[in-house]
């Protein structure tokens, strides 16, 4: 799996130098959300010329990994009609690694759904709740085993399976926007902000601290933040039913889909966030436990030492104990409750 772990003295001795850095900030559209990147460095060309290549990186990304782009190489491999086609190393590894997340939370998270996404269209012009006989026929071809890794970067879909990277593809993109800060140098710090993935790189330097505060969105007013994580080089993912919808009856449909059942996800939660160095690992695994629901998500937290926060439907938070270091609850006008 892909591992970009965090430097720990990235950033100390911008901050301990008393010079105010300068900062380079792009907004651009890629990966299917609205996305922004700011960068800092004592060196303004070293913040900009940074902020650029990540930015370029993320859209190289966009044109491997989108189903969306038909001239997108993973495009190509779901058109391919179960043949066995070969991919470039970077599309080979996210699709490993996506396999390998699935295997690890026993399918809760599977980058096959894409069929389900197309079937009840959310977010579309034509998002509609299917028949049950849509659904079984569509359930066919879902199902992450249906992907075969042959070795040299080989990958073969079965029984009509489509591949969607768009449950670690932002979180892929901010390990390597870390990556490229990184080598940058040591007084390189960025916030990248991803969609619902957000990566602070090194550390702050607009908080005395160094912590970069990121807030959770209360689901029934995402304006508004019921906790606050504080982090440094470390992501916060967060998934929730609030983010891509339709109401039909008085009845909310939202694009994260229990695999096993072909509906979107019922089970009392709103919104799952997952802290982790590993952005990959979180974006996939809020995923997962969304799915996998409170009870089950929090016994996988403890058993693999997952730092996550839960928001359920009657208004508890729930964070995980590894996480309340980081963690400040700020949602008792809402009333939300801290039920730790």
Same mark, same amino acid.
């Given at each position: 799996? #892909?591992?970009?772990?965090?430097?720990?003295?990235?950033?100390? !001795?911008?901050?301990?130098?008393?010079?105010?850095? *300068?900062?380079?900030?792009?907004?651009?559209?890629?990966?299917?959300?609205?996305?922004?990147?700011?960068?800092?460095?004592?060196?303004?060309?070293? *913040?900009?010329?940074?902020?650029?290549?990540?930015?370029?990186?993320?859209?190289?990304?966009?044109?491997?990994?989108?189903?969306?782009?038909?001239?997108?190489? !993973?495009?190509?491999?779901?058109? *391919?009609?179960?043949?066995?086609?070969?991919?470039?190393?970077?599309?080979?590894?996210?699709?490993?690694?996506?396999?390998?997340?699935?295997?690890?939370?026993?399918?809760?998270?599977?980058?096959?759904? *894409?069929?389900?996404?197309?079937?009840?269209?959310?977010?579309?012009?034509?998002?509609?709740?299917?028949?049950?006989?849509?659904?079984?026929?569509?359930? #066919?071809?879902?199902?992450?085993?249906?992907?075969?890794?042959?070795?040299?970067?080989?990958?073969?879909?079965?029984?009509?399976?489509?591949?969607?990277?768009?449950?670690?593809?932002?979180?892929?993109?901010?390990?390597?926007?870390?990556?490229?800060?990184?080598? %940058?140098?040591?007084?390189?710090?960025?916030?990248?902000?991803?969609?619902?993935?957000?990566?602070?790189?090194?550390?702050?330097?607009?908080?005395?601290?160094?912590?970069?505060?990121?807030?959770?969105?209360?689901?029934?007013?995402?304006?508004?933040?019921?906790?606050?994580?504080?982090?440094?080089?470390?992501?916060?993912?967060?998934?929730?039913?609030?983010?891509?919808?339709?109401?039909?009856?008085?009845?909310?449909?939202?694009?994260?889909?229990?695999?096993?059942?072909?509906?979107?996800?019922?089970?009392?939660?709103?919104?799952?966030?997952?802290?982790?160095?590993?952005?990959?690992?979180?974006? %996939? !695994?809020?995923?997962?436990?969304?799915?996998?629901?409170?009870?089950?998500?929090?016994?996988?937290? %403890?058993?693999?030492?997952?730092?996550?926060?839960?928001?359920?439907?009657?208004?508890?938070?729930?964070?995980?104990?590894?996480?309340?270091?980081?963690?400040?609850?700020?949602?008792?006008? %809402?009333?939300?409750?801290?039920?730790?």
């Amino acid at each position: 799996m #892909k591992k970009l772990l965090a430097a720990g003295m990235l950033g100390a !001795l911008l901050l301990v130098s008393g010079c105010e850095p *300068a900062s380079s900030q792009s907004d651009f559209y890629a990966m299917d959300t609205f996305m922004t990147v700011t960068t800092y460095d004592k060196n303004e060309k070293t *913040a900009e010329d940074t902020r650029v290549e990540i930015e370029q990186h993320i859209n190289g990304l966009d044109q491997l990994m989108s189903r969306q782009r038909e001239e997108s190489e !993973l495009s190509a491999l779901n058109a *391919a009609n179960g043949q066995p086609v070969t991919v470039s190393d970077e599309l080979y590894e996210a699709i490993e690694t996506a396999v390998q997340y699935a295997e690890l939370t026993d399918g809760a998270y599977d980058p096959t759904t *894409a069929p389900l996404s197309d079937l009840w269209g959310i977010g579309t012009d034509h998002e509609h709740v299917p028949t049950q006989a849509e659904i079984d026929e569509t359930l #066919k071809k879902v199902g992450w085993r249906n992907i075969q890794l042959l070795g040299n970067n080989t990958v073969q879909l079965l029984n009509g399976a489509q591949i969607d990277l768009g449950g670690i593809g932002k979180g892929w993109a901010a390990n390597d926007a870390a990556a490229i800060c990184r080598t %940058a140098g040591d007084t390189m710090q960025a916030l990248a902000q991803l969609g619902g993935n957000i990566y602070g790189i090194g550390k702050n330097p607009n908080s005395e601290d160094g912590t970069w505060r990121i807030g959770i969105a209360d689901p029934d007013n995402s304006a508004s933040s019921v906790a606050v994580i504080s982090m440094t080089d470390e992501s916060v993912v967060t998934s929730g039913d609030y983010e891509r919808y339709f109401m039909q009856d008085g009845k909310r449909y939202h694009h994260i889909f229990d695999p096993s059942t072909g509906y979107p996800t019922d089970n009392g939660l709103r919104s799952v966030t997952v802290v982790d160095a590993d952005s990959a690992e979180a974006d %996939a !695994l809020t995923t997962g436990l969304f799915v996998k629901g409170l009870d089950k998500g929090l016994e996988f937290c %403890a058993e693999h030492d997952i730092k996550a926060v839960f928001i359920t439907s009657d208004k508890r938070i729930i964070p995980t104990e590894n996480v309340l270091p980081q963690y400040t609850f700020m949602g008792e006008e %809402a009333g939300y409750i801290d039920a730790r």
